[in-house]
């Protein structure tokens, strides 16, 4: 199989030299037409592709982000990589992305192909917090900005919904709506603990309102559902009438067991609230209350922050938590 054809190869069908070739790909408007279009259908007719990174690298600059993510089968992560596409695209950058599926050693490995590829900075939602091969690559001069509301500021730049506000919003919600006994139901992940530690702050202050959790093995809707059989098969007594999911995934998962339950009506003795807002929320089979994550205004400040965050100009790294919002569907009734 022949190799890819370079720039002289193009030069050379064409009749021209390499300047003029350049010329065509970065600055057209200098050619003269036939000569462009001459030099455009000798590109066309042997398949010349631009480097596009050789060429950053040889101006010393580079218009390429990568982005990792806990798991593109979440829709969050899918709609907040959506974002950062079109805020990124305004700002002259273009996306890479990439998913961790939770596992660090595979978010290692893409933080090492994108600094090989010599991204212009990293955007990360962390499988478990900074680490220190994040730390090594931010202090050789890569930008990096991380989705994480507990990251330290003298190390990073970071963006994220406040999370323990979230938490304290879900269960105030419950509360007001006269539920006493709540579940908190999520994976193990550490970016879900303020959700948690939210929930707990509001049941600490209200006298005979119970909270206990309920582990996952991950924030699908498969773990929600099985999750959900596990609650309808205790003794009425010993259910929740509330369930706080840590993410609207499990949410749904939940309420799809909960509903085909003979003895438990939902939303009347078990209410649900989710987080994220994800597009299914509002359509599922119960419209789902649910904490709302502004995904377009966490990746404009991402990216605000990616174009701050340079060696060549100091600054305080900014922790920007951007305040959560309840939307209130029909999963939540008022029984008080």
């Avoid at 509301?149 to 003298?154: G, K, P």
């Avoid at 600490?204 to 309102?209: A, S, T």
């Avoid at 509330?242 to 509903?259: E, K, N, P, S, Y």
């Amino acid at each position: 199989m022949a190799g890819p054809v370079g720039i002289r190869e193009v030069a050379e069908r064409a009749g021209v030299s390499i300047g003029t070739v350049s010329n065509v790909l970065n600055k057209p408007e200098i050619v003269a037409t036939r000569t462009r279009e001459l030099v455009q259908s000798v590109i066309e007719e042997l398949g010349f592709v631009r480097n596009d990174l050789a060429r950053q690298l040889k101006m010393g600059r580079g218009k390429t982000l990568g982005m990792i993510v806990l798991s593109v089968a979440n829709p969050f992560f899918a709609d907040l990589a959506h974002a950062c596409e079109a805020a990124a695209e305004e700002a002259g950058y273009t996306v890479v992305l990439g998913s961790s599926d939770h596992l660090q050693a595979r978010e290692e490995r893409y933080m090492d192909l994108f600094e090989e590829q010599r991204v212009s900075g990293m955007l990360i939602t962390p499988t478990n917090g900074a680490t220190q091969r994040m730390k090594s690559k931010h202090n050789r001069g890569m930008r990096m900005v991380l989705f994480d509301a507990l990251a330290d500021e003298s190390e990073f730049c970071s963006v994220a919904l406040d999370g323990l506000e979230g938490g304290k919003l879900a269960v105030s919600h419950l509360v007001e709506t006269g539920r006493k006994r709540i579940a908190f139901v999520a994976g193990a992940s550490y970016l879900i603990e303020d959700r948690w530690e939210g929930a707990n702050w509001v049941c600490d202050r209200n006298p005979g309102v119970s909270l206990e959790r309920l582990d996952t093995v991950d924030q699908s809707v498969a773990a929600g559902h099985a999750t959900g059989l596990a609650i309808a098969e205790r003794p009425p007594e010993e259910r929740p009438d509330a369930i706080f999911a840590g993410t609207d995934q499990l949410a749904i998962g939940l309420m799809q067991a909960l509903v085909l339950t003979k003895d438990i009506d939902v939303p009347r003795d078990i209410a649900i609230i989710g987080y994220d807002d994800i597009d299914y929320a509002a359509s599922a089979i119960i419209p789902l209350t649910t904490i709302r994550q502004p995904t377009d205004a966490i990746a404009r400040e991402a990216i605000r922050l990616i174009e701050a965050d340079s060696q060549d100009v100091p600054h305080d790294h900014e922790r920007i938590r951007l305040m959560p919002e309840l939307i209130v569907r029909a999963s939540t009734p008022n029984v008080g």
